[in-house]
């Protein structure tokens, strides 16, 4: 269902099995960590951004977002609600809309790639706690996850640091995602679309092939 991989990104550090969302956002403040997490065609990519000092706190935040995120029903609320907003937004600005028609048009109707990763209004309302939940449990894991770190590391066992915060985290009915293949072209590709917006103050142009 697109939308729900977004969801699930943006309300993993929105409460915790040890903190709550408030508490959270204060640990991360009060110990100077830069927390972020997105989701792509590619896969989910959580990075932090943290003091030397505070490395092995930040790698057990990072496993309690990763492990244990708890989708508080009023932060699902409340991320929905946002998520249509910035849909209403984007039909307003011309490149989110030029963006969004050019994947409809290029690729195969019936390929994921079709169509917006975060999701559409009707997909957006469709989209429950629960599917956010199972969408977690199946697909964010430690099976084939790859963790980078990078900066001054002198004096850091970056091995033992990691497998004490990170080696806590266990599969619990993880999928393996397939090996990903390529999106097939939609066989009217070759053309021109025009999206009409009577009154816009800007125009855009997308050329892909």
Known sequence: MEGVATLTARLLDEG????????????LERKGIAYGASISDNGLTVALDVPKAKLAEALDLL???????????????????????EIEQERALA??????????????????????????????????RQDIVEFHRRHVGP??????????????DIGA????????????????APAPTLARRASDAARVVLVDRPGSVQSELVVGW
């Open 16 to 27: 915790t099995a040890e903190h709550s969302s408030e508490e959270f956002a204060e640990l």
């Open 63 to 85: 496993r309690q977002t990763l492990a244990e995120p708890v989708f508080p029903q009023s932060e699902v609320d409340r991320h929905l609600k946002t998520r249509l907003a």
């Open 95 to 128: 490149p989110q809309r030029a963006g969004r028609e050019f994947l409809a048009t290029h690729y195969d109707a019936g390929e994921r790639a079709s169509r917006p990763t975060a999701g559409t209004p009707e997909t957006i309302r469709a989209i429950t």
């Open 143 to 156: 099976l084939g996850a790859t963790l980078v770190v990078a900066g001054d590391l002198s004096g850091l």
């Open 161 to 176: 640091l990691a497998e004490s915060s990170l080696g806590a985290w266990l599969p619990d009915g993880q999928v393996i």
